[in-house]
């Protein structure tokens, strides 16, 4: 259960979010205010060495994204990116995993 | 001069090097991991050998067989799967241009191919493991000279 409200989360994202423009097939595009990960990482597929690769994600109130699904729009700083997982926490939060197109 | 090993090594990255898709992305026992700008790519390992004494006169025939594990890492939207099979192409029909790995072997066989996928990342990435086994023979008393 969570423990803050729509507001909060809303607070919370207007004072460590960026703004990014959320782009559906469903339905028209909108500006959705999330907190924008994309740091280097070393992953790993088996083989001897990792790749240094960047790992976008983009964590925003679930009730901004809803119906979002797979494979929709989503640019963030001028970068466009397509929506491959999405992980609902389960308390009013979604984090969404991103493709760099 | 240097271990048989050594030059059978040296032979499959100049082999390898300069490939229509991977050029000039060879790195020969690289540590470090690999960045985008460094793809496709090449990795070379000379990992593990076996070995047998052929004869009980002093001093002994030594036969070897080398495992070689060549690796290539890719990244791609949508098409990686493709590209490991390109250069699987590619890295094969280099390998089997000379098989005595320029006089040093006897013979060189890809004995097995496994390829890996993850999204974990920006795009896409695969790597894909080329085991090869490369024998040849030296004398104990001499690891310089293949015979």
């Known amino acids: 259960m969570a423990v803050e409200t729509a507001a909060d989360r809303a607070l919370l994202l207007n004072d460590f979010g960026v703004d990014a423009i959320y782009d559906p097939a469903s339905s028209s595009h909108k500006t959705v205010k999330g907190v924008f990960d994309n740091e280097y990482e070393a992953v790993n597929t088996g083989a001897t060495?990792?790749?240094?690769?960047?790992?976008?994600?983009?964590?925003?109130?679930?009730?901004?994204?809803?119906?979002?699904?797979?494979?929709?729009?989503?640019e963030i700083e001028g970068v466009a990116?397509?929506?491959?997982?999405?992980?609902?926490?389960?308390?009013?939060?979604?984090?969404?995993?991103?493709e760099k197109q | 001069m240097s271990h048989v090993r050594k030059s059978i090594r040296d032979n499959i990255v100049t082999t390898l090097t300069g490939l229509s898709t991977t050029g000039s992305n060879v790195y020969r026992s690289r540590v470090y991991p690999l960045a985008a700008s460094?793809?496709?790519?090449?990795?070379?390992?000379?990992?593990?050998?076996?070995?047998e004494y052929s004869t009980n006169i002093r001093p002994r025939t030594l036969f070897r067989t080398l495992t070689v594990i060549i690796e290539a890492y890719v990244q791609g939207l949508s098409d990686y799967d493709s590209q490991i099979?390109?250069?699987?192409?590619?890295?094969?029909?280099?390998?089997?241009?000379?098989?005595?790995?320029?006089?040093?072997?006897?013979?060189?066989?890809?004995?097995?191919?496994?390829?890996?996928?993850?999204?974990?990342?920006?795009?896409?990435?695969?790597?894909?493991?080329?085991?090869?086994?490369?024998?040849?023979?030296?004398?104990?008393?001499d690891s310089e000279i293949a015979g």
């Open chain 1, 49 to 74: 060495l990792d790749f240094a690769i960047t790992r976008p994600r983009f964590y925003c109130r679930s009730a901004d994204v809803s119906g979002v699904a797979e494979g929709d729009d989503l």
């Open chain 1, 81 to 98: 990116y397509k929506i491959r997982v999405i992980m609902p926490d389960g308390t009013g939060m979604t984090e969404m995993m991103l």
């Open chain 2, 38 to 51: 460094k793809l496709p790519g090449l990795t070379i390992y000379t990992k593990s050998e076996e070995a």
């Open chain 2, 85 to 141: 099979d390109t250069i699987a192409v590619e890295v094969e029909e280099a390998l089997s241009t000379d098989v005595t790995r320029g006089g040093y072997a006897k013979d060189t066989q890809i004995v097995s191919f496994d390829a890996e996928y993850s999204g974990e990342g920006d795009i896409p990435v695969a790597s894909a493991t080329f085991t090869v086994q490369v024998v040849y023979s030296t004398k104990e008393n």
